[in-house]
């Protein structure tokens, strides 16, 4: 077992350093925080996670949720780490003090939940999932279900879920078929199926509210005809107890990796017993819930860097503690007399170990920064700032989502490489991550999904505005790296990908323009992995600056050994990282159209 999961001072310089937190608090929303209040928070965050999370991560994974006799079973900490994180305000945080909230900025609550996750990524579930469906209830939901439901779910005591995919209706929402029936006693009857509900069902919640995506009879096709219901699994009898609602477990699935994590397949309504209740108006359903959806994708990647960084810290420790092998000495040759050096010596496992801290501390950059931009345009009071970093936020969301998941899965699966054959073996922690960081890149909309979204969608949205912000950006970005001799050179190689970026942008656009949209999202998912690179460098070349200048000005803050490592990271990225755009663009430029489907079977 790994002696720690986090590099809790590179958190931090993240969080207040480059991303400069502090800027936050002079909003009126944030007056009440201050630095030194907010690192209290953090401290006991970690110290709790230290100690009621990180202790059972493998042994969650040995002992997985599992279903029997009619429900599901799950490890005895879900009920400790549900209760005490009530207790802590780690569920109810960035909500409004009238809610029972803190009014945490968004990047407090991302730190937080992303100290948790890198210490356990199966606990964190239960408790995110209740906020997100009692955020739904706070937002959208009447008085009384406010009453109800909210103030038992932000203690911990009653766990919340989110139910869209049903068994023939994974993405395509459009086709849900989950039935909600009017009655004249203020509920609906609620009939179908649901799949893949994670913290669907356990023995240690007294109830779960599940937020349900449902079609009133007579309803329009398509999206524009799902309602949303507050479906508890047992109701309020209206004498101070509850009653079962007529909500089944079916089955939990069993799953390659976050075992710990418990994912139900539900059943509504099978004795027409099922009451619901409409959260806010009917057909708006799906409305509602995507308004929390930018929430909910840059959970995912939050929850990807934080195992990138676990993983990346095993590994490190290990690369720190095997010797294996000697190194060469200046003609070429080993010496058999010498003593066998640590692993770490070996420039392939640095090379390894350097992408891995690249990507793990490149991903929670990106993270912070969209958690930054959801503070601005909800705090902000100037509608143009408003909406410049609302444009933002939608236009990096895809790539929040994606590079974390995607890149993470390599980085820890170099991670597994480290270790060599221990990697792939269960006394090492190294195969639990690379399991439990694959479902990352599915959650809350796929690779594909979330790529056509970037490319067709956010790329386009108000005339390419989002684009051009985003360039200013990283414009200024550069101009600041230039003031610094040895970074004028990544600052100039960050100016050509932007230029090659706008040539491929231009390229694919083309076909759109002609109303060829298949061809012009075909190779969305190439693109997502181009720009997002390009996106990477951006945010490295910032904190490389950030690096520079603390040194040059006295900064002790941090020791000069951890800005230098910044900086030695971030060359590291432009070396290995940036120049792959290249053959990215090369791919996006060729004319060949190999992948829409024709009249001639290809696969034979």
Known sequence: MAKNYIDFETLKYLLYDVHELESLLKEDRYKDHDKESLNLFLDSVKEFSDRELFPYVKEMDENPAHFKDGEVIVHKQVDV????????????????????????PIMIQTASTYIQEAANNALPG????????????????????????????????????????????????????????????????????K??????????????????????????AGTKGISLFVVPKNRPDGKGGLTPNDVMTVADFQKMGQRGYC???????????????????????????????????????????????????ASLQYAQERAQGRKLSSDGKKNPNQEQTLIINHPDVR???????????????????????????????????????????????????TYPSEMGAEAVSNGVQ??????????????????????????????????????????????????????????????????YDDLKKYAGKLGEKLQLAKQVIGFLVGFAKKGDYERFLSDATPFMTFFSTITQAWLWLDIATHSKQAILTGDKT???????????????????????????????????VLTVAGKQEVFK
Request: net charge negative; glycine share 10%; hydrophobic share 40%.
């Open 558 to 592: 941090h020791a000069q050994d951890f800005y230098e490592s910044k900086i030695h990271a971030m060359r590291f990225y432009y070396k290995y990282e940036l120049p792959k755009t290249s053959g990215q663009a090369e791919i996006l430029m060729n004319e060949e």
């Open 418 to 483: 480290v270790l060599g054959g221990y990697g792939f073996c269960s006394d090492f922690i190294l195969q639990q991550y690379h399991r439990d960081i694959r479902i990352y890149s599915i959650y809350e909309g796929t690779t594909g999904i979330q790529s056509q979204d970037l490319l067709g969608r956010k790329l386009l949205m108000e005339n390419g505005k989002a684009l051009e912000l985003l360039t200013a950006e990283i414009m200024e970005s550069i101009q600041k790296a230039m003031q």
């Open 263 to 313: 994912t139900t397949h539900l059943g509504f309504g099978d004795t027409n017993d099922c009451q619901g209740w409409l959260v806010g108006e009917p057909h708006k359903g799906l409305n509602y819930m995507f308004l929390m959806m930018n929430g909910a994708r840059i959970a995912v990647g939050r929850g990807a860097a934080a195992i990138t960084m676990a993983a990346y810290q």
């Open 126 to 193: 239960y408790t995110m999932l209740t906020y997100g469906s009692a955020e739904l209830i706070i937002h959208f939901g009447n008085k009384a279900l406010n009453e109800t439901y909210v103030p038992k779910m932000l203690s911990g005591n009653w766990g919340g879920t989110m139910c869209l995919t049903e068994p023939q209706a994974g993405s395509s929402l459009s086709d849900l078929t989950t039935k909600a029936t009017p009655t004249n006693d203020g509920f609906y009857k609620i009939s179908g199926q």
């Open 81 to 104: 780490f549900m209760k005490k994180a009530g207790e802590m305000g780690l569920i109810a945080g960035p909500l409004d003090y009238e809610a029972g909230g803190l009014q945490l």
């Open 195 to 220: 799949i893949f509900i994670s913290g669907g069902d356990h023995q240690y919640a007294e109830n779960i509210v599940h937020l349900v995506l449902a079609r009133i009879e007579g309803a329009p």
């Open 351 to 401: 090379r390894m170990l350097l992408l891995q801290k690249v990507v793990a501390e490149g991903a929670l950059s990106l993270v912070l920064l969209a958690s930054k931009y959801f503070d601005l345009k909800e705090s902000l009071q100037d509608p143009a700032e408003k909406e410049k970093y609302s444009l933002l936020l939608e236009l990096i969301i895809p790539m929040v989502k």
